[in-house]
Structures are given as structure tokens and as C-alpha cells.
């Protein structure tokens, strides 16, 4: 008889979920006793709904030390530098990510470049001469990150940060487990900000993990039962999130699903992990899943 084998790892993550979700976000603040936050938002948040952002800030009263509203899909460096600067020129003590998975990277990422100032070429994740991955340690201390999500993306529990050079069409991969979030709050009025078509594609490509990592050979029976569900929740509510586009709950439920999708794979040892440098067809292909 063979024992199984295998290694999980469960990153702590506190999860609130409903209208009152953001009513937490106070006392999250206090526990590690941030006082300055910058707010990381996609832009077309700030443009089309106002009042959702204004509900977030309004809850933050005066720990909102800043706002960057420069995300850019696929997270690319310049737009992860700019973030980097305005972290540093309000002294932010903690970010909110607020939006898909580009801005949830842009702000992993421009925490990462702020605290360890250094080239981002150093401390990407680099495949060496035997085909190997190799991340490098980056051991300065991070901001603490939070999230308040608008589609449902794998990114929310995940410790990678996937960004692109448009000098040279790479994607540069940094991990660091600091990184990942502290805490994620799904917000009715925040889900219902993103357009259908956009949901749908997030929601479809964390079905399409869900299944791609019930289909390998990783032996972890803890993150195959957080696979399941996920499946099993994506399958039922995106055929809902068509049928009753302005209903917050089957957007709600797409989150968590992907939620546990993304936490089935940071957490196995044999989660999926992608090379510094990629192909830039297949970097666009897999951006999403980052």
C-alpha cells in the first residue's frame, strides 16, 4: 500500500462577503495598525461608478493617504513604477486593491519594487540553464495588501505578480509570498461594477483553472477539494450571471469560486508556476490566469 504524499500550505486570509463586507474594513486597518492607505483602482471604477469607490473612501475616512488610478491591463511596468512612486510620495503604510486582476498585480507589484529598490530584472523569477525556475528571496518587508474586488479572478489569494515590459513584450514574474493579500471584502455594489462580457471571461477562465488543475497529477487531496467546489460553484452561477446581469449575488458567488480556485493553487506544492521570460503569444494567451 502507498501512503500518500504531499505538502499544503494555507496562507491565512481573512474573507468578508455582503452589503456590510466594507463595515470590517476599519477594524482590519486597526489590527495592524495602518494608518495611511493608497488606494489602487482601475480606472474606469472611478469614471462609471462613482458611488462605489466614493462608499470604499468614505469608509476609509482619514486613512486614505492616496489614490493611483493609473492601472493599465497586464500590469505593465511603467504603470507599476508610477504606483511604486505614488506609495512612496504618501508614505502609505498599506495598499487596497480595487478592481480585476491588473490592478490586484499592479499593487503587489509596486510594493515589491518599493520596498526592495532594486531593478525589477533582479528579482524576477529566472529559469536557469537546466530548465529550472529559480525566484529570488525578497526579504524586505512589504506594505500589507487588501482587496476589494470586482470580477472574479484567481489573483485574490496568490503571491505572484505577473507584469510586462512594453519595451520588449516580456513578462516578468515576481514572487513573494509577503505580498499576498491580508484580507479580501466582496462588496455587492464593487461586483457589480464590472460589464457582463468581462465577468463571464473571468469567471470562465477560473473554470478553466479549476479544471486544468483537477486534471493534474499533484496528489493533494485538500487543494482537490477546494478544486471541486470551485468547479462546482463556476459551472452553476455563470449560466445565472447571463441570465440576470444587474443581481449582484451570482457575481458574488463567481468571486468565491474563483477564490477557492486560486487558493487551491498557491497553495499545493505542486501549484502552477510560470517562468520569468515567456513567449509573448503565450504570455497574452495565460495573462488572465496571473
Known sequence: ??????????PALRTFCGPDALDALPRELRRLGVERIVVFSEPAIARHHPAALERLESVLGRRLAGRFEGIREHSPLPAVEEGRKILEDAEAEGVIAVGGGSAIVTARAATILLAEQRDVRELCTRREADGSLVSPRLLAPKLPQWVVPSTPVTAYAKAGSAVRDPATDERLALFDPATRAQ???FDPAMALTAPVPLALASGLNAFSMAVEGLQSDVDDPLAEALLTHALRMLAEWLPRLSNTPEDAEPRLRLMVGALLCGQAATSSAGAWRRPCRMPPALGRQRQMAS
Open 1 to 10: 500500500m502507498t501512503s500518500p504524499r504531499f505538502h499544503h500550505a494555507t
Open 183 to 185: 484580507g479580501i471584502f
